[in-house]
Nanobody, 121 residues
Framework: QVQLVESGGGLVQPGGSLRLSCAAP????????MSWYRQAPGKQRELVAG???????NYDDSVKGRFAISRDNAKNTVYLQMNNLKPEDTAVYYC???????????????WGQGTQVTVSS
C-alpha cells in the first residue's frame, strides 16, 4: 500500500505564507507526476499544481504567481509554497501521485490524507 504523508497546513492571516510537504515512497517518486489538489466545503476537488519527474510544472490560473510547486528527489518529497494567501484559498489540500506500474500496465492514483489550510483574519 502506497502512503503519501502530508504536513504543513494550518491557520494563516490573509497575505501570509505556508509551505505544504508530501513524502512519497522512493519506488514511485521519481517517475510519477506529483500534484496538489484542494477541496473547499461544498465544492469539488480541484487541481492546484502539478510537477513531472523531470520538473515540468503547471498551475491553476487562480494560484499562478502566488504558489510554487517543487520536488526534492533526494528526499522523495514534493512541496507547495503558498504565498500571498487569500481567504478563498481555504480548503483541505491533498497530495496526489499518478503514474503507471509498467509490469502490470496498471494506472496508479494515490492520495494523501489531506491537510487543512485556513486563511482568515
Amino acid at each position: 500500500q502506497v502512503q503519501l504523508v502530508e504536513s504543513g497546513g494550518g491557520l494563516v492571516q490573509p497575505g501570509g505564507s505556508l509551505r505544504l510537504s508530501c513524502a512519497a515512497p522512493g519506488s514511485i517518486f521519481s517517475t510519477y507526476i506529483m500534484s496538489w489538489y484542494r477541496q473547499a466545503p461544498g465544492k469539488q476537488r480541484e487541481l492546484v499544481a502539478g510537477i513531472t519527474g523531470g520538473g515540468t510544472t503547471n498551475y491553476d490560473d487562480s494560484v499562478k504567481g502566488r504558489f510554487a510547486i517543487s520536488r526534492d528527489n533526494a528526499k522523495n518529497t514534493v512541496y507547495l509554497q503558498m504565498n500571498n494567501l487569500k481567504p478563498e484559498d481555504t480548503a483541505v489540500y491533498y497530495c496526489n501521485a499518478a503514474g503507471v506500474t509498467v509490469s502490470t500496465l496498471s494506472l496508479d492514483d494515490y492520495w494523501g490524507q489531506g491537510t487543512q489550510v485556513t486563511v482568515s483574519s
